[in-house]
């Protein structure tokens, strides 16, 4: 059984960071990608951040040059570093691992979220 389990929400004020973590077990097959997504109240969820095994990176545009994604291939984990955090990305963040099978069949698991609050 696949476990994904995201670490380092809390309360932050304006201009702060914060480093969000996630680490993924449990499953016999690579890792193909992993990202973090978010989800405010009353808003879609929207993909924050990726980062493939081979190291390819995509943010989206609101977080480009503040937000940094990191990954340890051998630990199966991933992190997002928050800088000059903004009170628009509070939100719930959700990591995502993407499997890759032998077959080419990909198949997606995600966390329960943690939440992330900036505000003075």
């Known amino acids: 059984q696949v476990h994904v389990v995201e670490s380092g929400g809390d309360l932050v004020q304006p201009g702060g960071s914060l480093r969000l973590s996630c680490a993924a077990s449990g499953s016999i097959f690579s890792i193909y990608a992993m990202g973090w997504y978010r989800q405010a109240p009353g808003k879609q969820r929207e993909l924050v951040a990726s980062?493939?095994?081979?190291?390819?990176?995509d943010y989206v545009d609101s977080v480009k040059g503040r937000f940094t994604i990191s990954r340890d291939n051998a630990k199966n984990t991933v992190y997002l570093q928050m800088t000059s955090l903004k009170p628009e990305d509070t939100a719930v963040y959700y990591c995502?691992?993407?499997?890759?099978?032998?077959?080419?069949?990909?198949?997606?698991?995600w966390g329960q979220g943690t939440q992330v609050t900036v505000s003075s």
């Open positions: 995502k691992a993407t499997y890759q099978l032998q077959n080419g069949v990909k198949l997606d698991y």
């Open positions: 980062i493939t095994s081979g190291g390819s990176t």
